[in-house]
């Protein structure tokens, strides 16, 4: 029987999001939603650290309630990245989410949230690992990896 990582072995920061979308109030076209954090000056997807005991797919439609004041149907799971955080490593869980209804409200958290089509989605994302997360939407969803 394996007991797991004993204390301080596995220092990995687990968090969830998702990739939400919606078709555009103005165009019927695809609208992907990305957050502003003021205190890292950067735009990203919805997610955030999941709590103790948390399902990853809860806490990711948490953050997304949170975040972009948004209540999503969640749908196939993306990739999953991985990468170093403030020195430790960090694994975020992505789902493609359809934004139901949608209230916003800036916090000190996210400032600002921007519906974008997928092409500006791709280019205003900050990281560059966030991006291939627009082309793992689109092909969920069935659509060209030029939509929008």
Do not use: I
Not at 34 to 57: F, I, M, Q, T
Not at 69 to 77: F, K, L, S
Not at 101 to 111: G, I, L, R
Request: glycine letters at 8%; proline letters at 9%.
């Amino acid at each position: 029987m394996n007991p797991g990582p004993g204390p301080g072995e596995d220092r990995t920061v687990r968090a969830a999001g998702c990739v939400l979308w919606r078709r555009s109030p103005a165009t019927a076209g695809l609208e992907l939603c990305l957050v502003h954090r003021p205190k890292y000056d950067d735009w990203s997807w919805p997610k955030g650290k999941l709590k103790r005991g948390e399902d990853a797919l809860a806490g990711a439609l948490r953050e997304v309630a949170e975040e972009t004041g948004c209540r999503a149907v969640p749908g196939a799971e993306l990739p999953t990245l991985r990468y170093r955080a403030n020195g430790r490593p960090k694994q975020v869980r992505y789902w493609a989410a359809e934004a139901v209804t949608c209230a916003f409200s800036p916090t000190d958290e996210v400032d600002r949230v921007l519906w974008l089509a997928p092409a500006a989605a791709r280019a205003r994302l900050t990281q560059p690992y966030d991006r291939p997360l627009v082309d793992a939407l689109l092909a969920v969803l069935h659509l060209p990896r030029t939509a929008g």
